[in-house]
């Protein structure tokens, strides 16, 4: 028994005299910024008409296929979830791409994009017009923002492309033309994907910065899958045939100028 509480006195000795040491929280450190990988591509889309510059007001004169003369007071269309596709088929989407190419805003056409994968990119995708989840995600901001003047109503949506001018063949007493094309879903919806095969590829690598520039035709609005005559289409600002018919033809607007590695 004495052995015993021998025992007992040393254990009782050995754990009170052991501390449980705590240490004392190390300092947080910040968050790290968003990865940048240090790769960009600038797109470039310049607005022409028939193959000239487009400028707006009267100085700017121009005739469609269907021999109508007409000059642009304004122009606005939106591109939207921009992607690149390299030469083994697989695509890489730009997230947040929504950009609103504004005629009249000097700026609006150059973009640049950044954070793309390093690859060797064949072709170059996108929307004209905005997709159905940003027309029913409520009040946007950025280019979406409706006080650009590209929103119809929480019901109607963004309008997709906007076209305003004048023309002596307008069947109107004023002689001007009214295209505001929208419509996100249903039969006439004016959203339309673009995809644009690149005459070389476009080589996305870091501290490098290509460049991809696009010309777009405002005069094929009114020429090529339909013959769109302003004697008889010069004010469509509601969803109908007409503005199917012209979404139609502004997919095809689209050219590769020039891609600069």
Known sequence: MRFSGILIIIFSVFF????????PPEAMLPMPPPANTGTSLQLNINNVANGKSLILGAAG???????????????????????????????FTVPESYFLIDQSDSTSGFTTIQNIPA?????????????????????????????????????????????EGYSRRSAAGNKTLFF???????????????????PINVHIQEQHLPKISIAADLAKWFS????????????????????QDIADNYANMFTVTAVVN
Not at 182 to 198: E, S
Not at 224 to 242: D, E, M, R
């Open 224 to 243: 090529g899958t339909h013959a769109l005559p302003f004697s008889s289409v010069y004010n469509v600002t509601s969803l109908s045939q007409k503005s």
């Open 180 to 198: 505001h094309i929208g419509g996100y879903t249903g039969k006439f919806t004016g959203v339309r994907t673009v995809t644009l095969n690149l």
């Open 16 to 23: 009170s005299c052991k501390k449980t040491t705590v240490n």
């Open 119 to 163: 690859d060797d990119y064949s072709s170059i995708s996108f929307m004209v017009g905005v997709d159905a989840a940003r027309n029913t995600s409520g009040a946007q901001t950025g280019a979406l923002d409706p006080l650009y003047g590209m929103f119809w109503g929480w019901n109607t949506g963004y309008i997709m492309a906007k076209m």
């Open 61 to 91: 004169s121009y005739t469609t296929a269907n021999s109508d003369t007409f000059y642009v007071n304004l122009l606005k269309y939106y591109i939207s979830n921009v992607s690149l596709t390299n030469s083994a088929g697989q695509t």
